[in-house]
């Protein structure tokens, strides 16, 4: 399995991002995918999650109405926009599978190799 993400990058505080994960080596439809971020000194956290079928999704309370989380079943990608993002939105930020829609990082099977998303205030 392969998680490969990009779209990371430098960007002022109130701008977008969109996070691209393509996956291969798996079933993409039948895993739910979670975004994730670590920021330094900082243990990995939840950001976003969203079910296998696209019809179910999870925020962390801090990126809800600001981050939204897509996904497409035919070309194998799963999304992030990320809009109004702010300095404390700093972090590499990974994408991940399972087979199971959650939101807690130990559930999580397989992990992209990350991306790195830096807000300037």
């Known amino acids: 399995v392969q998680l490969q993400a990009c779209g990371g990058g430098l960007v002022q505080a109130g701008g977008s991002l969109r996070l691209s994960c393509a996956a291969s080596g798996l079933t993409f439809s039948r895993y739910a995918m979670g975004w994730f971020r670590q920021a330094p000194g900082k243990e990995r956290e939840s950001v976003a999650a969203?079910?296998?079928?696209?019809?179910?999704?999870y925020y962390a309370s801090s990126v809800k109405g600001r981050l939204t989380i897509s996904r497409d079943n035919v070309n194998n990608t799963v999304y992030l926009q990320m809009n109004s993002l702010k300095p404390e939105d700093t972090a590499v930020y990974y994408c991940?599978?399972?087979?199971?829609?959650?939101?807690?990082?130990?559930?999580?099977?397989?992990w992209g190799q990350g991306t790195l998303v830096t807000v300037s205030s």
């Open positions: 991940a599978a399972n087979r199971d829609y959650g939101s807690r990082v130990y559930e999580y099977d397989y």
């Open positions: 969203i079910s296998r079928s696209g019809g179910g999704t």
